[in-house]
């Protein structure tokens, strides 16, 4: 039976602005149309924002976001643990009511390079600590801030397998950033379902092992059609909600500037940004994706990203999922 993960990164914009109302006022749209389709997401949860939060004594987003995160959990989602290093020694500027962060702590192995695996670690485990405590529940999927997975993978490898997880979803097969801050190349990653981590989250391992990639969905070759080469700035969803400039009340923010000198994004759906005449080609992708002897899609979003339109185009993608009788499925869901 062919599968679907509707995954969401939970976070705010990195711009350093606050703007946690509109991560709270979109997450609710987005469980409102889950509850309308019964459909179940799957959220990431970046859960060193909320450390730092309690930190700085903000205690009004910290409690919106606990209260959201229980109300996930109550509606039959599932949470799971999202890490995003910059938040470690980020400071809050009470003046400016602005986070300052250091870009150059984007990725696990920045903090590596930096301070040594065991303060990495350190890191690590106080995101998942406070995790734990607020979803009353020990995660079994991770997904990496920015994707980012690179640089010290022995060591990140370690830490998830010594944490009981047993699937990671950091892997967007064929994509490649190249920033000051952020270093990405999946190229090497294979185009299957999922695969065994050894020592590499971009290498299938020939042996079966006790962490599972479930990677994003990335589509085989495509000659498109006319109609589809219209629609490829799809292609740019991701990379869009990573350097937005829509204004609209739903979007307040700005991403992190990591100053990209290039990158490539390979073929595939989000609902970041998402036009409604959009929903043609995701349809068509999910079709051909499931033609090309592939079961299950992984697809990643982040509620900040989500506008009233691409709001509309998840309630319909949602409706056509259950006509087309796709199973809509979380990491719990799996084996
Ligand atoms: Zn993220």
Redesign the pocket.
Known sequence: MNKVILSF?Y?IYFDGKNDYQSLIDNTNNILSIAKMHRVKCVF?I?SYYLIQLQNVNLKAPYDAICKQIKQMQAEGHEVQY?F?PHWVNAVFDHDQQEWQFDKSEYSYSDLVNRYGVQKANEAFETGLKIFEQICAYKPIAF?A??LSVQGAEQAFIDVLKQHQFKYDSSVLPQLTIKAKYLNIDHQSAPLKDQWYIQDSFLNASQHATDLIEIPLMKLNHYKGSLLVKLWTSLKYRFLKSIESKRKSKYITGKPMDLQIQSFNYPDSITFDLSRTAELIIMKRYTMLFFKQQRQLLCMIA?PKSMDQTAQIVMNRYCQWLSKKAYKVIGFTDLN
Do not use: P, Q
Request: glycine fraction near 20%.
């Open positions: 990164d976070e990431f970046d999202h995003h997904r801030g920015g982040h």
